[in-house]
Structure formats: C-alpha cells, structure tokens
C-alpha cells in the first residue's frame, strides 16, 4: 500500500513537471528558423502538442536549460564543461546531447569583393586583428570591416574556438544581433566581412575556405559539408535536461526521423544521415 | 496639309506634357534622395549611439551581483541544544527564526583577472565571507593565483556553495574541522582548459595563515594544504564520476608546557610537561578522500551520490575538538586522533522535487570508545563523544528563484559509560535530545 502510494506521488510530480504537452525551445539564433519549421509541421500533425520556440543564443538557452525555463535547447556549439557542472549542481545530470543536423560555417564577403579564397590561417588573422587590409589577400587597399556575433551566441564560441584557436576577436569587431544581421551589414558594406550559417547567405558572396595554402578551396555546399572537405562545419544539437520522456521523445524522435531531416534539408542545412 | 498640322500641335503638346512629367519625376526623385540621405545620417548617428552604448554595456557585463537569503524556522527536541543545524540553541529555546545567510556577492570578471567580494548579513551582524584577487595566465590558461580570503582548497563539501546545498548544512565533520570553511592566503590552481587531454584533472593548493579568517596571524607557521582532483564525464551513458584526494598540513603553537594525547594502552590523557612545549608546535595534519557519482535515472532523473572522509590529527583543548587558534590563551593542548565520513544522495523528480538523504559520523577520538568516557579516573569529556546524523528532506524549487526546503536532522551520540558520575556527562548516557526540523526558503538571484 505504502509503495503504491509513493509510485503514485512520484508519478503525479513527474505530470506536474510535463505540463500538458507544451515543450518549450529556447537557444541558438543559427537554429531558430529550422526549429520553428520543425515546430510547425509537427504540431499541424499533433494538434495535441504546443512547441514554443524563441531564440536568443545558444549560451542563452543553456542557462534557461540550468534555471528549467527551457525543455529543449538548441545550440550551434558543444556544452561546456561549466555549463555541465551547473546543471550537475541543480539536476544531478551532464544533459543529454542529441546531433540534429549539421551545418557549414560560411564566411561572407560583399557580392563586389574581388577575394575569392581564404586559408583557415588568413580567417584566423584578419578576426585576430593581424591582417587589416584586404590589400594583404590581394583585394582592394581598404580597411578590413568586421562583422560578428554576441558573445553569447554558439557561431561567436564556434568559430572563436575552432577558427580563431581560442584567441581573442580583434577589438574593432563588430557584434551584431543574429546571422540575418551579419549578412545584412556585409551586403550593404563593400569592405566588410562576416560569418555565419551557410543556410543564410543571401544578397552576399561565400568566399572559399582553404586549410592551408596548398590545399583547394571549397565552398559550403552540402557536398562539400557532408564529404567533410568543406573545413568549418558542425553540428547542432538538442540538448535536453535529463533523457527526453512522453512527449518531449516522441517531438526529438520526429526530429531524428526521415520527415524531421527533411525539414533540415528545406531549411538549408545537412541531415546527420 | 491640315492632318499634318494636327499631327504637329498634337507632338508639340505630348511632348511639353512629358517634359513636365520628367521634371516632376526627377524633383520627386531627388527629394526622395534628399530624404534617404537624411535618414542614413540618422541611422549612422543611432549606429554611433549604439557602438557607445555597447561599449559601456559590455563593460558593465563584465561586473556580476548574486546573492541569496536563506530564511528558516527551526524546532529541536530540546531546549538550549548544542547543535550543528545552524548553531546552538540558546538556553531554554528550542524553537527559532533565523536569518541563516544572507549573502550578497560582487565579482568583476576581466576573462583572466577577477575581483571576489562576498559578504553575509544575518540577524547578528554583516561579515566578510570571500574577499580576493585571481589572475589568470593569459598563455595556456591554466594557472591561475590567488590572494585574500576564500574557501579552503580541501575535499568537496567546502567549495559546494551553500546556495546548491541540498542539506541546509555542511556535515558535522566540516563545521569541526573547517568553521567558516574560509581562510586568508594564497592560492594556486592548475585547470587546464577544456579540449585539453588533460581537462579532466585540477589540482588546488593554498598556503595560509591557519588561523580561521576572523583572526590576524600570531605565529609564523603557515599551514599548506591542497586537493588533486579529477572529472571523469561519460556523457553518453549520462554518467559522470569525479573526485579527488586532499591533504592538509599545518602547525598549532602551544602556550603551555602542558600537552595531551591519548595513551592507546590506558584509554585515557597522558600528560608530557616538557619545557620545550611551551612555544612548541603541535601538528594538524588531515589526509582527506572524496568522490561524487551523478546519474540520470531513466525517467526519474538525476541521481547523486557523494562520499567523503577524512581522518587525521587535531590539535584542541580539553573542551574542544574544533579548529584551534590559541592566539595568546594559555591553555594545555589535547592532541587527538580523528576520523569522519558522510554519505549524501540526492534524487531529482522532475522539474520542481528533490529528495535527500544524508548520513554522517564524526568521532574526534578515534582511540578511544564511548564507554571509556565517564570511567573514573579517566580524564575524557563529552569532546571525545562520537557523534552520527541521519538527515532526510525534501527541495521543492518553486521557480528558478526560490526553493523550499523541508529537513530533519536526526542525530545520534555514543553513550557514556554508565558509571560516569560528572553532571555535564549524564546526559550522555542516553541519546540527546537533539534533533532538528527545518524549515527554509531561500531566494536566489
């Protein structure tokens, strides 16, 4: 009797915690197009379930993951290690990391700029503050402008990480709102220089990147991302507090399903299979 | 002739009507341009404004305020307890309000240096808890140094910020050996940055006054102190292991020639009178090991389980097992042997519930049994009783502010030998009466 009780206690706390099928997704501003495509197809064939999904960064929805004001969070970068910790301290769980697609990380240059290729090592040094001059890469002689993310986005860690080694962005970088912004100040700035998810590069030239000098240079096609000769690609993940349960599974599981990737592919970014 | 007359007059008009509509169009153009122009020049000029604004916005990010309060209401089994849920019990009381914490922390984070203040305002008073500066290396960021007060590099339970703390306090154990948990020094840590194969292990080391933080230094022995540790996540299992083995070594100046330890033969103080005693020093020496297990439950949730012991050597005084800074008391010093361990689990239940259940046990005397205390002739006292807590309670997290905390400790004592006759030991024939339930709200922000 006395176990019939608890099992009935526990399970009642655990319908409080999932309340009548509303999942919320919260994070990377890369993601937010895709996720709402996701969420709208889904809840046209489940009307029972509400997806709300808002954006704000990747960093933005990996708190709201820690604080338990998010059910999903999308992020363009891997959890840290910190940010695993807090959710250790307050959930006593790493997270759940679930690869929901794959992307290029394009750099954009205006449609008149005559630079064709970068090396990996060229990239690092024109956002390190080291090449400040497209006359350095054989372009015209003007100052170099450049355009970035906020610091708590998943493409600024990315791309500083992995791009930059960890070094620091040039102090004249410009931080702007989302990836929309960064191709818009590029398109209009004859001179500037951006990155950003490849499924946004409109009104705008996607410069080939190179590993080093010797090696060709490719674009962010889905030939070159899924072949893995395109040198900037990652994932995006689902992150979710603790291994996804109802109807939280049943939407990632969609997600991962056929129907799910071919919402990945509409929206421009790659199926992980 | 007349037709093409007509034609004429016909081409003169349309075309004077088309001059005039390209004079209208191209002055609307212009205006068009002028107005343009216009509102690029204001959109440059909020540009401007934004770049100053972010400037000094990103700058202010750099400066962090958190705090917290923990409010709570106690009730013991007793009046006037001794009590290590919160403190003791004043005389005839055995229930309270208390302002448990009531911290408010500042840090000025400039990625590789950092600036901690941290104070405490509770009923009785505002305190100073951390107050240090850190620099980081800006090459391989991963030694960082640290000087001022702050919390003792030894074992887990010290650094785990009361704000996370499942149980409303740090076990029996801590509070003897660690009171206040900070202490003023210098720090260095080894954090290798993620990515790096060596992520997974951190080594602390802190050199201090080993004097506790409310106290100026009086001797010139300065106590060492460190923890290795490791972080073994397995994520894909949503299994993550850590741990790590810490040591303390320090020095307790004695103003007295008198000094006494246990001999292991009688079970009782032996005295060593020694001349060389007076301004010797005495060792306290800890060897500590910890562990903590996370586990995400399949549809339960997070799991913890956490573990720590610790045994070593403590200087006090016949009425005290704690941390001992004689400063200028002239008072014998009781060597003695010591060893204590919890046990803590914590179960998530979905968003909002977390239940716990903790066991520790603290013996200061580890030569001697709850039965030798009291005998005749033997000059142990109720500082050599070893003392055990079974704590149960319940977190709800109300938002990701609040969380209300329902706990009680149930604490046990060794019994004395029953023929103790000295008054302050009869209690100690039977289990005090000395549990607590608390209830606590704590605002976090």
């Known amino acids: 009797m006395k176990v019939k009780a608890v099992l009935l206690l526990i399970t009642m706390m655990l319908q409080g915690s999932i309340a009548a099928e509303t999942i919320t997704v919260k994070g990377s501003d890369t993601m937010v197009i895709l996720a709402q495509r996701w969420a709208e197809l889904y809840m046209s064939k489940h009307p029972e379930v509400t997806i709300q999904v808002t954006g704000g960064g990747s960093g933005t929805g990996i708190s709201a993951l820690i604080n338990g004001t998010t059910d999903i969070c999308n992020s363009s970068r891997p959890m840290k290690q910190s940010e695993r910790e807090k959710l250790k301290q307050r959930f006593n769980s790493l997270g759940v990391e679930i690869k929901s697609a794959k992307d290029g990380l394009a750099v954009y240059v205006h449609e008149s700029n005559p630079v064709k290729e970068l090396t990996l090592a060229q990239i690092k040094a024109i956002y390190t503050g080291k090449i400040t001059n497209w006359k350095q890469l054989g372009g015209p002689e003007a100052k170099i402008i450049l355009y970035s993310r906020e610091n708590n986005s998943g493409t600024y860690v990315y791309f500083k990480d992995n791009v930059l080694g960890g070094d620091d962005y040039a102090a004249a970088t410009q931080s702007m709102p989302g990836t929309a912004a960064v191709v818009n100040a590029v398109a209009k700035d004859k001179f500037g220089v951006g990155y950003g998810g490849a499924a946004y590069g409109k009104g705008i030239k996607f410069v080939k990147i190179k590993r080093d000098d010797s090696s060709p240079g490719y674009e962010p096609t889905p030939e070159n991302v899924k072949s893995g000769d395109y040198p900037i690609s990652r994932f995006l993940f689902l992150y979710t507090r603790s291994r996804p349960t109802g109807a939280l599974k049943a939407y990632i599981d969609w997600i991962l399903s056929d129907e799910g990737q071919q919402v990945v592919s509409k929206v421009g970014y790659f199926p992980i299979r | ?445």
């Open chain 2, 1 to 445: 002739m007349r037709t093409a007359s007509l034609a004429f007059c016909l081409l003169l008009v349309s075309t004077g009507l088309s001059a005039q509509e390209t004079a209208s169009r191209d002055t609307a153009l212009a205006k068009l341009a002028e107005r343009i122009e216009e509102l690029q020049g204001q959109l440059d000029g909020l540009n401007e404004s934004y770049l100053e604004s972010k400037t000094t916005v990103d700058g202010l990010k750099k400066i962090k305020i958190t705090g917290y309060i923990q409010s709570q209401f106690q009730t013991a089994d007793g009046d006037g307890i001794a009590s290590f849920a919160g403190g003791n019990f004043p005389a005839g009381v055995h229930s309270r309000f208390q302002l448990r914490r009531g911290r408010v922390k500042v840090n000025y984070d400039n990625d590789i240096t950092q600036y901690v203040l941290q104070i405490d305002v509770t009923q009785n008073g505002v305190g100073i808890k951390d107050a240090y500066a850190s620099i980081k290396e800006p090459w391989l960021k991963t030694f960082s140094f640290t000087g001022g007060i702050f919390d003792r590099p030894f074992g887990f339970e010290i650094s785990y910020s009361s704000s996370s703390r499942e149980t409303p306090e740090r076990s029996r154990l801590f509070q003897t050996l660690f009171p206040g948990e900070r202490e003023l020094g210098a720090k260095l840590e080894i954090t290798p940055p993620e990515g790096s194969p060596l992520s997974i292990f951190n080594v602390k080391f802190g050199v201090l006054n080993g004097v506790l933080n409310t106290a100026n230094e009086n001797d010139n022995y300065k106590d060492l102190l460190g923890r290795a540790g490791f972080q073994l996540p397995f994520t894909e299992q949503n299994l993550a292991i850590d741990g790590g083995v810490s040591v303390y070594s320090g020095k307790v100046r004695s103003n007295s020639r008198a000094s006494y330890s246990i001999n292991t033969g009688t079970k009782n103080y032996a005295v060593d009178s020694a001349v060389t005693n007076l301004g010797g020093y005495f060792d306290r020496s800890y060897l500590g090991a910890d562990v903590q297990v996370y586990y995400d439950l399949p549809v339960l949730g997070g799991l913890s389980l956490r573990g720590e012991f610790i045994s070593g050597k403590q200087p006090g005084t016949s009425a005290s097992g704690q941390f001992y800074n004689p400063g200028t008391t002239v008072t014998p010093i009781y060597n003695r042997n010591f060893a204590g361990w919890y046990i803590n689990c914590v179960q998530n239940i979905g968003l909002q519930h977390q239940f716990v259940l903790k066991y520790d046990e603290y013996d200061p005397n580890t030569d001697v049994e709850g039965a030798d205390v009291g005998v005749a002739g033997k000059s142990l006292n109720a500082t050599d009783v070893k003392y055990s807590t079974l704590g149960i309670g319940w977190i709800y997290h109300w938002d990701a502010n609040v969380k209300l905390v329902l706990y009680y400790d149930m604490v046990s004592n060794e019994k004395v030998n029953a023929s103790a006759t000295t008054a302050s030991l009869l209690p100690f024939k039977e289990d005090l009466k000395d549990n607590v339930l608390t209830v606590r709200m704590q605002y976090k922000f």
